[in-house]
């Protein structure tokens, strides 16, 4: 699929014509029954947000005209990332190979590049097919070229960073709809060393042996249950900011959790083969960090390994040590997400010298009880680093919902016989978004730091229009521009 900024309207099957407001054809389309159509789609757009198609028979073929009206003002990224990626949806159902936007006809969507470039995210985005492995598959069912019409000047590089980012989320779809017998911690290594050495990240990967010699003992307990299946480290590293702090990212990498010994229902561990979604949004975030060659000091961190059983596999009412040297009793081997995390966090902080810290993890049912599917349960220890990952949810259109860390509630990780226990004993405590939030902090040694929780939105059997079903991809645009914001955000800290 090519997307590009076209200056003239090019031949196209489907002409997609967004309005805002004021419901003028601004455009001058070229050819008049063309015209005569989008005129009419225009005229009747619903008044608030909505869509309205009309497809048109040329001389040699149907065309489709699909108005979008966009009615709000100002326009907000997240109302153009919905209503373009319902009509960019309706274009690719209805079999249009070749689209054209008419950004002009509702001037921000050009002159704003924020605009501009969640439009181009989208032509990538909804063209994502989830094929799986069905033996007869249709092919062919995308784009072959997005045209983005505009007679604006200087959009290259938007465009490019823009068509970057979505493919970093593309990247974290794809590997995260893998399933897990055929995707082990060693081929998620692989896969994210060779998606970030061609962006231009350095990669390590750490073995077991190698995690134990730092003594990541929390997470090779997690991984001790599969006995085939290795467990590693992947570290991402893209150090291109200079003298500024350097940022880690920090994925959670179960390729599957069956729950361990605190075994989950078969309807709770059929899809936990996307229990990596956090490592996968971090491996298409550093690629497009890299691919977009952005001035940050970033790093990403994936402790990947499965909680399986076994005869070896740890077992709830384990003590366990970890990388920062403190105890804890596993009081669920289901909660096995935050061990991982634990040393992750530490050898971000430790080996690689990270100055603020973002996690991101499918870590609790709780999560998508609390906030739903839309956005991501997020907590943090520092208000200004908040709104930084606001501001970037905002243009990324990945929304997040923040929740706070009530220290009334960190005595339920208190244990009698460790430093601390990786969840509470009593279920009517509830709260267990933000427990496993303040079981996080204690491994984050006080630096700025976020956590988001991403289990309501990693996957969805009835996609949105964005995303094709299976995994949403999410995370990968948020890290990614929240990384895009740090030199400003550098800047300012500077200032003050
Ligand atoms: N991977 C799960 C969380 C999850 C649940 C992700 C649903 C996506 C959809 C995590 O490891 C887990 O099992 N968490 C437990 C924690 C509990 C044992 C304290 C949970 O949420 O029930
Ligand atoms: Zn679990
Ligand atoms: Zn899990």
Avoid at 175 to 183: E, F, V
Avoid at 279 to 301: D, E, H, K, Q, Y
Avoid at 349 to 354: A, G, L, N, Q, S
Wanted: include cysteine; hydrophobic fraction near 45%.
């Amino acid at each position: 699929m090519n997307c590009f900024i076209h200056k003239e309207i090019p031949a196209a099957d489907a002409y997609i014509i967004p309005v805002q407001a004021s419901r003028n054809l601004l455009m001058d389309l070229p050819s008049r029954p063309l015209r005569e159509a989008a005129d009419y789609v225009v005229r009747h757009l619903p008044q608030d947000a909505g869509l309205k198609e009309i497809s048109f028979l040329s001389e040699e073929k149907e065309i489709l005209v699909v108005g979008v009206s966009l009615a709000k003002e100002p326009l907000r990224p997240r109302d153009v990332y919905l209503s373009m990626a319902q009509a960019l949806r309706k274009c690719k159902r209805s079999g249009a190979k070749d689209v054209a936007i008419l950004l002009d006809n509702c001037p921000p969507l050009a002159a704003e590049p924020v605009l501009l470039g969640t439009t181009a995210r989208l032509a990538e985005l909804v063209n994502y097919e989830n094929r799986g492995q069905k033996s007869v598959c249709p092919q062919d069912t995308g784009f072959h070229n997005v045209a983005l019409v505009t007679a604006a000047e200087g959009l290259d590089t938007v465009l490019e960073q823009a068509l970057c980012c979505a493919r970093g989320t593309t990247a974290a779809r794809e590997l995260c709809n893998q399933r897990a017998s055929s995707q082990t911690p060693e081929t998620l290594a692989e896969d994210a060393a060779r998606l970030c050495r061609e962006s231009g990240c350095e990669v390590e990967i750490l073995t077991a042996a190698e995690a134990a010699s730092l003594n990541m003992d929390a997470f090779l307990a997690v991984a001790r249950g599969a006995q085939n299946t290795p467990p590693v480290v992947i570290i991402l590293r893209w150090l291109h900011g200079g003298d500024t702090p350097t940022v880690g990212l920090i994925g959670k990498g179960i390729v599957y959790d069956s729950g361990g010994y605190s075994l989950k229902s078969n309807t709770s561990m059929r899809n936990m083969f996307d229990d990596m979604g956090g490592g996968a949004a971090v491996i298409g975030a550093m690629s497009a960090i890299a691919g977009s060659r952005l001035p940050v000091n970033a790093v990403g961190v994936i402790a990947a390994c499965e909680n399986k059983i076994s005869y070896n596999a740890y077992l709830p009412g384990d003590i366990i040590g970890s990388m920062a040297g403190k105890t804890i009793e596993v009081t669920n081997t289901d909660a096995e997400g935050r061990l991982t995390l634990a040393d992750a966090l530490t050898l971000a902080i430790h080996r690689e010298k990270c100055d603020l810290l973002v996690d991101i993890a499918t870590l609790t049912g709780a999560a998508k009880n609390a906030v739903g599917r839309f956005a991501s349960a997020v907590f943090s220890n520092d208000d200004e680093f908040f709104q930084l990952l606001k501001k970037a949810a905002d243009i990324a259109s990945e929304k997040v919902w923040r929740l706070d860390l009530d220290p009334e509630m960190r005595p339920c990780l208190n244990s009698p016989v460790a430093d601390l226990r990786n969840g509470s004993i009593n279920p009517s405590d509830g709260g267990g978004a933000m427990l496993a939030a303040l079981f996080l902090q204690e491994f984050t040694e006080g630096k700025p730091w976020i956590h988001i929780d991403m289990a309501g939105v990693n996957f969805r059997l009835e996609p949105p229009a964005f995303s094709a079903a299976g995994a949403t991809g999410y995370g990968a645009a948020l890290l990614y521009c929240l990384a895009k914001e740090l030199p400003d955000f550098w800047g300012r800290c500077t200032e003050k």
